[in-house]
């Protein structure tokens, strides 16, 4: 079993995206997407109004100064405000609704995969309280979209500090935070939570209960789910990924049982390509219930998501498109300038032109200008969070949007260095 259990891990912490989806390329078919380009503004969210996404009559941005002004040397990433310090350094953009379910939204969301992980050096590099400052930074700045899966720092469970025991910890101490000082609970931001569905039969060897066949295993994984997170509800349940076991109807079954008997507010999944996406909203439907969202790896390194038809067919659909490893794990970031592996060289000049256009965009870092590069094309991306320093980043990256021609330069230069 432990052999087992080592092997199965490995799974989940796939080096080259560390996400456990990756390795499951074998059991689907590859994510597609066509995404139709939208005029979009490089100009201040009080300007953008509610559809920042969207925009027309965008202004035009100075491209010729943007591509003379590549620079080897470091990045412009945005100095981080005090880690204790709860206010954002952009005004918080407009909640988003999440497909056509009830929930709301930030256009940006955080990524909880290494909480709990020691593998992502959870409990020697980072801890639980600096977790905690990074959930409350990004919750005090505009950002209320937390995804969790029950397989994410699984080894931390009997610690009581796996991704879903910390984020439903830092849940509750907001909410007894804001009962002692008399907050109002509608109007401060409300956390969205979400987490997911294994659907490996022997996900039993990393968080327990038994082997998973059939739609009644998801229901007690959701439960068991609920208890880590101490909710009764959780705000968004997805499918991990689909796997050759449990059909996609049985699957879309037991999503709306769950639906139905209260235990996720909204549904959604994760992983799937154009058809299968199709078929589950088909499927929800047909009982009244609608598909929130899909979450994809999606990247500027990485837009296969949109190339091969799957971010149009979330918009045709009206399913919001969650792009995970929105940083390339790590890659698009301006850290990664200053490295010399193979992989780093190769994207070098795509970072020296990222940099550029963050200078352009007033002072913007790399990492800020890849997340909202998705953001403007219609996705919202979930980066990892470790520390307040990464939230305060983050935050950084709403509140502003490239011009199209700043669009344009990336995905070309991107397209040279693949």
């Known amino acids: 079993m432990a052999a087992t259990c080592s092997a199965f891990s490995a799974v989940i912490h796939t080096p080259a995206s560390l996400r456990g989806e990756a390795r499951f390329d074998a059991f689907r078919s590859s994510l597609n997407v066509s995404f139709p380009r939208e ?5 201040r969210l009080d300007q953008l109004h509610a559809a920042p996404c969207h925009l027309r009559n965008a202004q035009r941005g ?26 954002s350094p952009t005004l918080p953009e407009p909640l988003i609704p999440l ?13 909880t995969l290494q909480w709990g992980d020691p593998r992502s ?3 020697e590099q980072y801890s639980a309280a600096d977790v905690a400052d990074a959930f409350r930074t990004a919750l005090a700045g505009g950002i209320n979209l937390f995804d969790s899966a029950e397989v994410y720092g699984y080894q931390s469970i009997p610690t009581g500090n796996s991704s879903e025991q910390l984020l ?12 002692r000082e008399g907050s109002s609970s509608t109007a401060a931001l409300q956390p969205v939570v979400a987490s997911k569905f294994f659907t490996i039969p022997w996900t039993n060897l990393l968080v327990g209960g038994g082997l998973r066949f059939g739609g009644q295993s ?3 994984a959701l439960k068991a789910s609920l208890q880590r997170l101490g909710m009764e509800r959780v705000d968004l349940y997805q499918i991990h990924f689909p796997f050759p076991t449990i059909s996609n109807a049985t699957l879309m079954d037991a999503l709306k049982h769950a639906h139905a008997e209260g235990l996720a507010t909204a549904v959604g999944v994760s992983n799937y390509n154009t058809q299968q996406l199709q078929e589950a909203h088909t499927l929800l439907k047909a009982a009244g219930i609608p598909l929130a969202s899909n979450q994809v790896k999606f990247n500027l390194l990485d837009r ?4 091969n038809g799957l971010l149009q067919a979330c918009k045709d659909l009206q399913v919001s498109l969650i792009a995970y490893s929105p940083l390339a794990s790590g890659l698009l970031t301006g850290k990664a300038l200053a490295r010399t592996d193979k992989d780093a060289v190769r994207v070098r000049p ?21 997340l909202n590069y998705i953001m403007c094309k219609g996705a919202i991306p979930i980066p990892g969070c470790k520390t307040a320093s990464h939230a305060t980043s983050h935050l950084g990256s709403m509140g502003w949007r490239l011009t199209p021609e700043h669009v344009v330069a990336l995905e070309e230069k991107a397209q040279q260095v693949r």
Do not use: W, Y
Not at 39 to 43: D, I, P, Q, T
Not at 102 to 110: D, W
Not at 168 to 179: D, I, K, N, T
């Open 39 to 43: 005029s979009l503004g490089g100009r």
């Open 168 to 179: 439903g910890r830092f849940v509750a101490e907001e909410r007894e935070r804001r009962l």
């Open 218 to 220: 998801l229901i007690d």
């Open 99 to 111: 497909g056509q379910s009830e929930l709301r939204v930030s256009p940006l969301g955080i990524g």
């Open 121 to 123: 050096g959870f409990g």
């Open 62 to 87: 100075c491209l010729h100064r943007i591509r003379a002004a590549a620079s080897p040397s470091s990045s412009a990433s945005a100095s981080p405000s005090d880690p204790g310090h709860s206010s």
């Open 304 to 307: 296969s998501t949109e190339t």
């Open 350 to 370: 795509l970072l020296q032109l990222m940099k550029a256009i963050g200078e352009e965009c007033g002072g913007k870092s790399v990492s800020q200008v890849a």
